[in-house]
């Protein structure tokens, strides 16, 4: 009974986030909003509850302004679920993300900002949401600059354990018609050519992976008609 | 992150745990082998 109980108190946390959102009167994205939101939420447990994604993640691990739509965040609840608080029916996003809840709760940055322990996803997970997550066909140059910032402040990069991360992600985030081993492995590639200052060329090629995984998904939503659901930018 | 994104990530989630269940899949991850270091 406990147990049950325990499960539908961590299964509404992301329930308690979106009425957070719905009633936090700080503009959407704001960093007033975001910090409310730890307060109200994070600052009461020691273990994270939330992992911030998105542009704020970026921001927050390499401690440089970006703009920011909205707050992306990565809830650790029995099913991991991504939620933002955009208002907009094409913006806001909400729902499962298919990764493993124990290898979330390993594998993430704890940095301490004015006071508060904010989470973050760790440098492999934030590469791969930038690349999976931008539904262009071209990645955009918004996203193109979040991804240079995120890898000007990569820090201990350790190439066989980001190899394995990164292929372990892209299996449980892409369609399995995409070989993940090989495209974990361009990937790594891209990211030791930029640490060694080729950036320009390093961009160019995972702004091709991004293309590639962005076909491949388009694909699969046509497949399954879930494009009619909302329409995918053609730029 | 669009929605169209989650909802495809919620089929991909409900048919690998289909698979599991099924014992199609072993349900194990080799997460063990990266466990972060930048905490």
């Known amino acids: ?235 | 992150m669009p929605g169209i994104l989650m909802s495809y990530w919620e089929e991909k989630f409900q048919e690998e745990k289909q698979e599991v269940e099924d014992g199609r899949k072993k349900s194990e991850t080799p997460r063990k082998q990266f466990i972060s270091k930048d905490k």
């Open chain 1, 1 to 235: 009974m406990e147990e049950k109980n325990q499960k539908l108190q961590e299964n509404s946390l992301s329930q308690r986030i979106n009425d957070f959102f719905s009633f936090d009167e700080n503009q959407i994205g704001s960093r007033e909003r975001l910090f409310n939101l730890v307060d109200t939420f994070q600052s009461k447990t020691d273990s994270p509850l939330f992992l911030i994604a998105g542009s704020w993640g970026i921001e927050l691990l390499s401690e440089i302004n970006l703009e920011h739509d909205d707050i992306d965040l990565i809830v650790l609840q029995n099913l991991p679920y991504y939620l933002d608080d955009a208002t907009e029916i094409e913006e806001s996003c909400f729902g499962i993300i298919p990764l493993d809840i124990d290898y979330l709760k390993e594998n993430f940055i704890k940095k301490n900002i004015f006071g508060r322990e904010i989470y973050l996803p760790d440098f492999n997970l934030q590469i791969c949401l930038k690349l999976i997550g931008q539904l262009q066909k071209k990645l955009p140059e918004r996203a193109v600059n979040q991804l240079k910032t995120l890898l000007d402040s990569y820090k201990n990069f350790d190439e066989e354990k980001s190899e394995k991360e990164i292929n372990y992600l892209l299996n449980k985030l892409i369609p399995r018609e995409l070989n993940s081993l090989i495209l974990s492995q361009n990937i790594i590639s891209a990211l030791k050519t930029y640490f060694r200052e080729e950036k320009e060329s390093a961009i160019e090629e995972l702004i091709r992976l991004h293309s590639l995984i962005n076909k491949s998904l388009r694909y699969q939503f046509e497949k399954r008609g879930l494009t009619k659901k909302i329409k995918i930018s053609d730029k």
